[in-house]
């Protein structure tokens, strides 16, 4: 039995074509999901079998991977057992038949079972197009989950999850059991059904729906989907600013999701498929290509808002081609192209890619980077924008925070480490700079993974100058120990840091954090304690999200435990008003920031851990040690503690 029969010999459709798109052979699951007999496949073009809807897809699969020589994916829908259409992600791959020599192009389902949401985003992305509202309904669980569209949809239904019985309790009583057959009966598709429906807020909506079933993967759970059309003639303010809040919840989710799929990626093909299934819908892209370096030259794939001839002029290139791409990679540093002028005066020797006429004022490029400083290149992304759309400076520093989770995944994957491993590196790498040069502070971080090495903390802390001069410094613990505390400790930090760029109060930046992540849903908890520091005069705002105290050390070896203003921890409590507090760092003074992991553990009440650590930085003042050589000794003082937590110390010195 040859290499190409093991191919078909797989439980999922899986089919051998010539690169013309031609069947050399198929096994029994793809006859199925093309609806007619092996034998009547066999020499058929593979577009054609499809249905009309998926013919263009099919086709553009297998000639990616065809031409392009690379692998390529797109989300196939065909009819189903029972009535029901079946959505799966299938992957082209070229090869060799090993028996002649020939060319053919493998075509088969990837298994999606633990990134199911990836096959929702066509349908997302349509009922968006569409102007509707789409919700997926669990005959089995009885519950209704928001999947996204038209942004006006959202107060209709506050909740991103509900059950059946609250959204029945809401429609007429004349129009109820219309509604309930709508969804118990659930037809392939069913005709459009209107019903009368009461919001929360702003009374009675004339709404249509529309249901169908899907089978989400081959063997995977078959669900309902349900449409939704607004047709009441005017709107209300209200439900305007409504709309806008439920957008940005909807994107922080996304993004979110982004970033925890990017962090569990075990493979690269895993990485590749959550890339290339999320980035265009997670920022409101027209497509994605992604390119990764092997051996000084570029490997590329994009998904279906790249066209086959853009993609196959970049693969293959070489790293040292005068373009911007492989200059992003070189350098590590992004390229945003606006227009032809800008690329023809960056990059006169390289104006021969394809898409090169096509920008101007609706059409952008936009580069990041997988590298970081010090390391060998990896890759890229390029997301293309349409419409005019420009990503602000707050996206395209986003985009580049999650850019660098895919490097150091991509990095972790090559060198097959463990899963715990890569999540650990992440973390760190989420952990920032300090600023250096601060004009009479000095600031210094100590960050230690759990002591057995298996646990994976939320630990963090943070360090920026504001707009105004004072300096931001934060520190804080997201609940658990495991890859989800990782990814809630950066979404929670980087929250931190994009609004306390806009607000002058620590009190005010947690309680806006604290709304965006009961709003949200967070699953988990965080402990915080924020400080604006003037570095002119000493002063000192802080505010604490049920955080560990703050240690004040003096340059006569004194020290002192001080607890601040503030509230319960973030992501709780809703409608919490967080209190602050101002006071004054003396001269030759220091505070110290710890997380819980420093002062308290089996052997240790939370005090005692106070008192030691605080005598151990008021000692360091006194012996003239820097805020470097005191964070040492604060973090050394954690071993005496024996707790099996990470920890993380903060040391700010003012000279």
């Given at each position: 039995?040859?290499?190409?029969?093991?191919?078909?010999?797989?439980?999922?459709?899986?089919?051998?074509?010539?690169?013309?798109?031609?069947?050399?052979?198929?096994?029994?699951?793809?006859?199925?999901?093309?609806?007619?007999?092996?034998?009547?496949?066999?020499?058929?073009?593979?577009?054609?079998?499809?249905?009309?809807?998926?013919?263009?897809?099919?086709?553009?699969?297998?000639?990616?991977?065809?031409?392009?020589?690379?692998?390529?994916?797109?989300?196939?829908?065909?009819?189903?057992?029972?009535?029901?259409?079946?959505?799966?992600?299938?992957?082209?791959?070229?090869?060799?038949?090993?028996?002649?020599?020939?060319?053919?192009?493998?075509?088969?389902?990837?298994?999606?079972?633990?990134?199911?949401?990836?096959?929702?985003?066509?349908?997302?992305?349509?009922?968006?197009?569409?102007?509707?509202?789409?919700?997926?309904?669990?005959?089995?669980?009885?519950?209704?989950?928001?999947?996204?569209?038209?942004?006006?949809?959202?107060?209709?239904?506050?909740?991103?999850?509900?059950?059946?019985?609250?959204?029945?309790?809401?429609?007429?009583?004349?129009?109820?059991?219309?509604?309930?057959?709508?969804?118990?009966?659930?037809?392939?598709?069913?005709?459009?059904?209107?019903?009368?429906?009461?919001?929360?807020?702003?009374?009675?909506?004339?709404?249509?729906?529309?249901?169908?079933?899907?089978?989400?993967?081959?063997?995977?759970?078959?669900?309902?989907?349900?449409?939704?059309?607004?047709?009441?003639?005017?709107?209300?303010?209200?439900?305007?600013?409504?709309?806008?809040?439920?957008?940005?919840?909807?994107?922080?989710?996304?993004?979110?999701?982004?970033?925890?799929?990017?962090?569990?990626?075990?493979?690269?093909?895993?990485?590749?498929?959550?890339?290339?299934?999320?980035?265009?819908?997670?920022?409101?892209?027209?497509?994605?290509?992604?390119?990764?370096?092997?051996?000084?030259?570029?490997?590329?794939?994009?998904?279906?808002?790249?066209?086959?001839?853009?993609?196959?002029?970049?693969?293959?290139?070489?790293?040292?081609?005068?373009?911007?791409?492989?200059?992003?990679?070189?350098?590590?540093?992004?390229?945003?192209?606006?227009?032809?002028?800008?690329?023809?005066?960056?990059?006169?020797?390289?104006?021969?890619?394809?898409?090169?006429?096509?920008?101007?004022?609706?059409?952008?490029?936009?580069?990041?980077?997988?590298?970081?400083?010090?390391?060998?290149?990896?890759?890229?992304?390029?997301?293309?924008?349409?419409?005019?759309?420009?990503?602000?400076?707050?996206?395209?520093?986003?985009?580049?925070?999650?850019?660098?989770?895919?490097?150091?995944?991509?990095?972790?994957?090559?060198?097959?480490?463990?899963?715990?491993?890569?999540?650990?590196?992440?973390?760190?790498?989420?952990?920032?700079?300090?600023?250096?040069?601060?004009?009479?502070?000095?600031?210094?971080?100590?960050?230690?993974?759990?002591?057995?090495?298996?646990?994976?903390?939320?630990?963090?802390?943070?360090?920026?100058?504001?707009?105004?001069?004072?300096?931001?410094?934060?520190?804080?613990?997201?609940?658990?120990?495991?890859?989800?505390?990782?990814?809630?400790?950066?979404?929670?930090?980087?929250?931190?840091?994009?609004?306390?760029?806009?607000?002058?109060?620590?009190?005010?930046?947690?309680?806006?954090?604290?709304?965006?992540?009961?709003?949200?849903?967070?699953?988990?908890?965080?402990?915080?304690?924020?400080?604006?520091?003037?570095?002119?005069?000493?002063?000192?705002?802080?505010?604490?999200?049920?955080?560990?105290?703050?240690?004040?050390?003096?340059?006569?070896?004194?020290?002192?435990?001080?607890?601040?203003?503030?509230?319960?921890?973030?992501?709780?409590?809703?409608?919490?008003?967080?209190?602050?507090?101002?006071?004054?760092?003396?001269?030759?003074?220091?505070?110290?920031?710890?997380?819980?992991?420093?002062?308290?553990?089996?052997?240790?009440?939370?005090?005692?851990?106070?008192?030691?650590?605080?005598?151990l930085a008021g000692a360091a003042l006194h012996d003239g040690l820097n805020a470097e050589e005191t964070a040492?000794?604060?973090?050394?003082?954690?071993?005496?503690?024996?707790?099996?937590?990470?920890?993380?110390?903060?040391?700010?010195?003012?000279?």
């Open positions: 039995m040859d290499a190409s029969d093991e191919l078909l010999r797989r439980a999922d459709p899986s089919a051998l074509l010539t690169p013309d798109g031609a069947i050399r052979g198929l096994n029994a699951a793809m006859a199925t999901a093309l609806g007619r007999p092996a034998e009547q496949c066999l020499g058929r073009d593979f577009g054609d079998l499809w249905p009309a809807s998926q013919r263009t897809s099919a086709e553009s699969l297998v000639a990616h991977a065809a031409k392009m020589k690379t692998v390529a994916m797109r989300v196939l829908e065909f009819p189903g057992r029972g009535g029901a259409s079946v959505a799966c992600l299938f992957e082209a791959q070229p090869m060799t038949d090993p028996a002649g020599d020939e060319q053919l192009v493998w075509v088969h389902a990837l298994d999606a079972r633990n990134d199911v949401t990836s096959l929702l985003i066509p349908f997302r992305l349509a009922t968006e197009a569409a102007d509707l509202g789409l919700w997926m309904y669990s005959p089995q669980g009885h519950q209704l989950e928001w999947l996204g569209g038209l942004p006006a949809m959202v107060p209709l239904y506050p909740d991103l999850t509900a059950p059946l019985s609250r959204v029945v309790s809401a429609v007429h009583p004349d129009d109820r059991e219309a509604f309930r057959q709508l969804l118990r009966s659930a037809p392939a598709l069913s005709p459009w059904v209107r019903y009368q429906y009461l919001t929360p807020h702003d009374g009675w909506h004339q709404l249509a729906a529309q249901t169908r079933r899907i089978q989400l993967g081959f063997d995977g759970p078959e669900r309902i989907f349900w449409v939704v059309r607004d047709d009441t003639k005017q709107e209300k303010r209200k439900k305007q600013a409504q709309a806008a809040l439920a957008a940005e919840r909807q994107r922080a989710k996304g993004i979110a999701d982004f970033s925890s799929a990017l962090i569990t990626a075990a493979t690269e093909q895993e990485l590749r498929q959550v890339v290339l299934t999320r980035l265009a819908a997670t920022f409101g892209a027209a497509g994605v290509l992604f390119a990764l370096v092997d051996d000084g030259r570029l490997s590329v794939s994009s998904d279906a808002g790249i066209s086959i001839g853009e993609a196959q002029a970049l693969h293959g290139m070489s790293l040292d081609h005068p373009s911007p791409l492989p200059e992003a990679i070189r350098t590590g540093k992004p390229q945003f192209v606006l227009d032809r002028e800008e690329y023809i005066r960056r990059w006169p020797h390289g104006a021969s890619l394809p898409w090169l006429a096509r920008l101007g004022s609706d059409y952008t490029v936009s580069i990041t980077p997988l590298s970081e400083s010090g390391n060998l290149p990896l890759g890229a992304w390029l997301v293309t924008y349409g419409s005019g759309y420009q990503p602000s400076s707050d996206e395209r520093t986003l985009m580049g925070t999650l850019a660098d989770l895919a490097g150091q995944a991509l990095r972790r994957i090559r060198l097959q480490q463990a899963r715990v491993e890569l999540a650990t590196a992440l973390q760190k790498t989420m952990l920032p700079t300090l600023p250096a040069h601060l004009a009479g502070l000095e600031v210094a971080a100590r960050y230690r993974p759990s002591r057995d090495g298996l646990d994976i903390g939320g630990d963090w802390y943070d360090a920026f100058v504001m707009p105004d001069g004072a300096v931001a410094l934060e520190i804080g613990d997201a609940q658990g120990h495991d890859v989800d505390a990782a990814a809630a400790m950066g979404q929670v930090c980087a929250s931190i840091r994009a609004i306390d760029a806009h607000e002058p109060d620590p009190a005010t930046v947690l309680t806006r954090t604290n709304e965006l992540l009961v709003t949200m849903g967070a699953a988990r908890f965080s402990s915080c304690t924020l400080l604006h520091i003037d570095p002119d005069d000493g002063q000192v705002i802080g505010t604490s999200a049920g955080h560990v105290p703050l240690l004040c050390a003096r340059k006569d070896g004194s020290h002192s435990v001080r607890e601040l203003a503030g509230g319960p921890v973030l992501g709780v409590v809703p409608g919490t008003e967080y209190g602050e507090e101002t006071f004054t760092l003396d001269e030759d003074s220091a505070l110290v920031m710890v997380t819980d992991g420093v002062v308290e553990g089996p052997g240790l009440t939370l005090d005692a851990g106070l008192e030691r650590a605080g005598t040492d000794r604060v973090l050394d003082a954690a071993v005496a503690v024996d707790h099996l937590d990470d920890v993380a110390v903060l040391v700010i010195r003012r000279t």
